[in-house]
């Protein structure tokens, strides 16, 4: 079976700034968005997460490749310099492609 591909943008960051992110995703108009609590270790050592301000969060994406560049840029440009944040793009096959 053959399936359409489509964008995955995955970020990982600071839990608070999930109100902003959602205004952005907003703004953007993304069709939809998963946010999920993240814990793990990276260059800032171990986050542990409890859904406050000090833990992480996952935010995930599907669109297209279009506006997950565009909102890329958007993140990079407004929160990497003062945040702890990751980000990056995956091509991912999709069912239901009407929903992306």
Do not use: A, H, Q, W
């Given at each position: 079976m053959?399936?359409?591909t489509r964008t995955l943008l995955t970020?990982?960051?600071e839990a608070a700034l999930e109100s902003k992110l959602v205004k952005d995703l907003e703004a953007f108009e993304v069709p939809g968005w998963t946010i999920s609590d993240a814990r793990?270790?990276?260059s800032?050592?171990?986050r542990r997460s409890a859904w406050d301000n000090e833990g992480n969060i996952r935010v995930e994406v599907i669109c297209n490749t279009e506006l997950a560049q565009r909102l890329l840029a958007h993140i990079r440009n407004q929160y990497h310099r003062d945040f702890a944040i990751i980000c990056f793009l995956s091509e991912v096959q999709i069912l239901r492609e009407e929903k992306f």
């Open positions: 053959t399936l359409p970020l990982i960051g793990g270790r990276g800032r050592g171990v």
